[in-house]
């Protein structure tokens, strides 16, 4: 098999310029990669995009999701050209859950108190909806308390929002089911109970790693990321 593109799915609140040092580290090992924009407007919706593109390319696929991008790659990731998914501080849906009810099962993090919705009216982008958003203030101690303050700041005020409706859509597959897995618990995670993250990997049987780490793990330890998608990537290249 030749080695597969590495297709880098960020996550809500985010585009992919939170993969930057990891993108930047893959490459740097000849490795072929692709970070694609998440519209972050549904569960179902974004999947789809992100298939598209995975379908789009020539060869194997190994799907990479961080935060809400778990979700995505977990029902995008039904693809037949992905050959492994990697999730990073993610959901690890079942089929037929949505975000809500996995995350129901365990105490609440710091996110949902530190999270602001804003009605989006139907006249400026399609139908009327709500977006979700962190509250700048609490950004950093909630995403990302080990990455560089200058940084988080930036991040804090240019933030992707996530549709509302994200949280409810249930996925109507688990690509986990058919193909191997790897994933890295953020042990220091405020954003996802690390609980919700160790039952959702230990339920799809993931090669698991535990890292002291924020919830923004792909920027606080992103030759750690690097190097345990290119041990997958070996893995999964035979």
């Known amino acids: 098999m030749p080695q597969p593109t590495v297709v880098l799915v960020h996550g809500a609140f985010a ?8 993108t930047k580290a893959l490459l740097d090992e000849g ?15 974004d999947a789809r995009e992100v298939r598209f593109v995975v379908e789009q390319l020539d060869g194997p696929v190994l799907l990479v999701g961080h935060s809400y991008g778990g979700a995505v790659i977990t029902v995008a990731g039904a693809a037949d050209n992905v050959v492994g998914l990697v999730y990073l501080a993610g959901y690890a849906l079942d089929e037929g859950e949505s975000l ?29 909806r709500v977006d979700v958003t962190v509250t700048p203030e609490r950004f950093g101690p909630v995403i990302g308390a080990d990455v560089d303050p200058e940084l988080i700041a930036t991040l804090a005020v240019s933030q992707r929002p996530l549709a509302a ?24 995670d405020h954003a996802i109970n690390p609980d ?24 606080s330890h992103p030759l750690e990321i690097a190097a345990l998608i290119s041990a997958a990537l070996s893995e999964v290249t035979v």
Not at 15 to 22: E, G, H, I, K, L
Request: hydrophobic share 50%; net charge negative; with cysteine.
């Open 196 to 219: 919700v993250q160790r039952f959702g990997y230990r339920r799809a049987g993931a090669n698991t790693t535990e890292i002291n780490s924020s919830h923004l793990v792909t920027l």
């Open 31 to 45: 490795i072929s990669v692709l970070a694609p924009a998440v519209p972050n407007c549904s569960l179902l919706g």
């Open 15 to 22: 585009d992919a310029s939170t993969y930057a040092p990891v």
């Open 100 to 128: 809500a009810e996995l995350q129901g099962g365990f105490p609440d993090s710091e996110l949902p108190a530190a999270l602001v919705q804003t009605e989006v009216p139907a006249s400026v982008a399609g139908e009327a």
């Open 165 to 188: 409706a994200a949280f409810v859509e249930a996925a109507p597959v688990a690509a986990w089911r058919s193909k191997p897995a790897w994933a890295v618990v953020a042990a220091d």
